[in-house]
């Protein structure tokens, strides 16, 4: 099965810029979906088709992916952004969904 | 614009049959080309995709899982469930209902089931 690996943790200071991997085979040639999941909060959207923010996502939030990583960049990090970060694929070789192993984000 | 509500047991004794619905409001559970998918996510841990049932009824499941899962459509109720059988300690975890399976774009707040001995 498709494998994601990432950090277990990511630790940056108020202001800094935070980068959170996700590393795959090939990961560049498959959607990459980033998710923030704050402590006991259901999983939200910040990042969709690699790229896409949504509505309601401040523009400090920006993903890439190529190759075998996927990127997740928080620019001008705050208190508030401090959370899990998952990153998800669908494999279409499989037809499955898959995620990450997730990624605490702590802001110092 | 789509919400989703998890409901059930939220302890299930080992060897028996956990029991999950999710209740959708904002859109109809048997749209036009709509998904909707089941993770959990253990204590602690990451998440796990279970499966998904498309608006026909079709499903595809974790492959780890398949033996047990179990996904079905009540479209009159505008909701759709999960069972999974001859559970264990380790199938605690809080259940989420989403919308989607590649990207699931909306999801419900989540319920926790533990797995009792």
């Known amino acids: 099965s498709y494998v994601l690996t990432q950090p277990p943790s990511v630790s940056v200071a108020p202001g800094e810029t935070a980068r959170i991997s996700c590393g795959g085979n090939?990961?560049?040639?498959?959607?990459v979906h980033w998710f923030q999941q704050r402590p006991g909060q259901a999983p939200v959207v910040v990042i969709s088709?690699?790229?896409d923010r949504p509505s309601g996502i401040p523009d400090r939030f920006s993903g890439s992916n190529s190759g075998n990583t996927a990127t997740l960049t928080i620019r001008r990090v705050e208190a508030g952004d401090e959370a899990d970060y998952h990153c998800?694929?669908?494999?279409?070789?499989?037809?499955?969904?898959?995620f990450g192993g997730g990624t605490k984000l702590t802001v110092l | 614009q789509v919400q989703l509500q998890e409901s059930g047991p939220g302890l299930v004794k080992s060897s028996e049959t956990l029991s999950l619905n999710c209740t959708v409001s904002?859109?109809?559970?048997?749209?036009?080309?709509?998904?909707w998918s089941w993770i959990r996510q253990p204590p602690g841990k990451g998440l796990e995709w279970i499966g998904y049932?498309?608006?026909?009824?079709?499903?595809n499941y974790n492959p780890s899982l398949k033996s047990r899962v179990s996904m079905s459509l009540d479209t009159p109720k505008n909701q759709f469930s999960l069972r999974l059988s001859s559970v264990t300690a380790a199938d605690t975890a809080v259940y989420y209902c989403?919308?989607?399976?590649?990207?699931?774009?909306?999801w419900g707040q989540g319920t926790l089931v533990t797995v009792s001995s």
């Open positions: 088709y690699d790229s």
């Open positions: 989403a919308k989607g399976f590649d990207l699931l774009d909306s």
């Open positions: 049932i498309y608006d026909s009824g079709s499903t």
């Open positions: 998800q694929v669908w494999d279409t070789n499989t037809d499955h969904t898959m």
């Open positions: 090939n990961i560049g040639s498959k959607s």
């Open positions: 904002g859109a109809f559970a048997r749209s036009v080309n709509n998904y």
